[in-house]
């Protein structure tokens, strides 16, 4: 791994033990992210990664496994991953992961909840809309059918995760019908927690030159806040769900738990 490469770890886990897992992203298409362009996709050998548990805290209780999406090395190395660190650290009571619903389209039932049996007990994943049109504009490589088919899918296997989700994905006069859809997309499974991230646009991405050609106008803000508070509105969990806007690219800072909270938090929504 190389020691000048930049990891990326959700904003819950910034004090939480990193395992490197992956360099790179398998997928690394998407219209939006300029995190892994550099970056050659690679799986790190399982000698580094049992290396560094060797040499790690044994008392540690929760490890976070580093790159775009290590679901993507397979269950059998994901097994022997999540043996390798029951072995080293028996005290870790959790291991969390980014993961893509492509990749977790790979594993069965039984397989996703034989991990969640070693200790895989948390995935973020980017949802981001659930509108099929943007989905494509923005090159996620899934609909949103296969989304919730394997939302599903996890909740079968007892694996909980985060559901990222992108307000200002769908462009200037989109952003109300996409969170309406998108909420449609979040009332068919139980999800822990609804991250809300602001769409940014990097330097060097497809979007950059979206933009530049007249192909996608970003919404303002005004339009954003009127996308999050429709958002709100319309989801209906299965069960309490946290809905969280603290990551640091939001405009606006709120969090509490759907349904309890709905009123609160949209009052707390100045537009």
């Given at each position: 791994?190389?020691?000048?490469?930049?990891?990326?770890?959700?904003?819950?886990?910034?004090?939480?033990?990193?395992?490197?897992?992956?360099?790179?992203?398998?997928?690394?298409?998407?219209?939006?992210?300029?995190?892994?362009?550099?970056?050659?996709?690679?799986?790190?050998?399982?000698?580094?990664?049992e290396n560094h548990l060797i040499n790690g805290?044994?008392?540690?209780?929760?490890?976070?496994?580093?790159?775009?999406?290590?679901?993507?090395?397979?269950?059998?190395?994901?097994?022997?991953?999540?043996?390798?660190?029951?072995?080293?650290?028996?005290?870790?009571?959790?291991?969390?992961?980014?993961?893509?619903?492509?990749?977790?389209?790979?594993?069965?039932?039984?397989?996703?909840?034989?991990?969640?049996?070693?200790?895989?007990?948390?995935?973020?994943?980017?949802?981001?809309?659930?509108?099929?049109?943007?989905?494509?504009?923005?090159?996620?490589?899934?609909?949103?059918?296969?989304?919730?088919?394997?939302?599903k899918k996890l909740n079968e296997a007892k694996?909980?995760?985060?559901?990222?989700?992108?307000?200002?994905?769908?462009?200037?006069?989109?952003?109300?019908?996409?969170?309406?859809?998108?909420?449609?997309?979040?009332?068919?499974?139980?999800?822990?927690?609804?991250?809300?991230?602001?769409?940014?646009?990097?330097?060097?991405?497809?979007?950059?030159?979206?933009?530049?050609?007249?192909?996608?106008?970003?919404?303002?803000?005004?339009?954003?806040?009127?996308?999050?508070?429709?958002?709100i509105e319309n989801i209906v969990p299965l069960?309490?769900?946290?809905?969280?806007?603290?990551?640091?690219?939001?405009?606006?800072?709120?969090?509490?738990?759907?349904?309890?909270?709905?009123?609160?938090?949209?009052?707390?929504?100045?537009?």
């Amino acid at each position: 791994m190389n020691e000048n490469e930049m990891v990326f770890y959700p904003q819950d886990e910034m004090n939480t033990v990193l395992l490197p897992v992956t360099i790179g992203c398998s997928y690394n298409r998407c219209s939006f992210c300029s995190m892994y362009k550099d970056n050659e996709y690679a799986h790190i050998p399982l000698t580094d990664i049992e290396n560094h548990l060797i040499n790690g805290n044994i008392y540690t209780e929760r490890i976070f496994l580093t790159g775009a999406d290590p679901m993507s090395i397979g269950f059998e190395k994901m097994k022997i991953i999540l043996e390798m660190i029951r072995k080293h650290i028996p005290y870790c009571g959790c291991v969390a992961s980014y993961a893509s619903l492509k990749n977790i389209s790979m594993y069965s039932p039984k397989e996703l909840s034989e991990l969640h049996d070693l200790g895989l007990r948390m995935l973020y994943i980017g949802f981001e809309t659930g509108r099929d049109d943007i989905l494509k504009l923005m090159n996620k490589g899934h609909t949103a059918e296969e989304a919730v088919k394997q939302a599903k899918k996890l909740n079968e296997a007892k694996l909980q995760f985060n559901s990222i989700l992108m307000y200002g994905i769908a462009g200037e006069g989109q952003c109300i019908e996409n969170a309406r859809v998108s909420a449609e997309m979040l009332n068919q499974f139980i999800t822990t927690r609804i991250i809300m991230m602001n769409l940014t646009v990097f330097h060097g991405t497809e979007l950059t030159q979206m933009i530049s050609r007249g192909d996608f106008k970003a919404a303002g803000r005004t339009e954003r806040l009127l996308e999050m508070k429709t958002l709100i509105e319309n989801i209906v969990p299965l069960k309490p769900t946290i809905f969280d806007t603290t990551h640091p690219t939001n405009i606006i800072k709120i969090k509490g738990t759907l349904p309890q909270d709905k009123e609160k938090l949209i009052s707390m929504i100045k537009i």
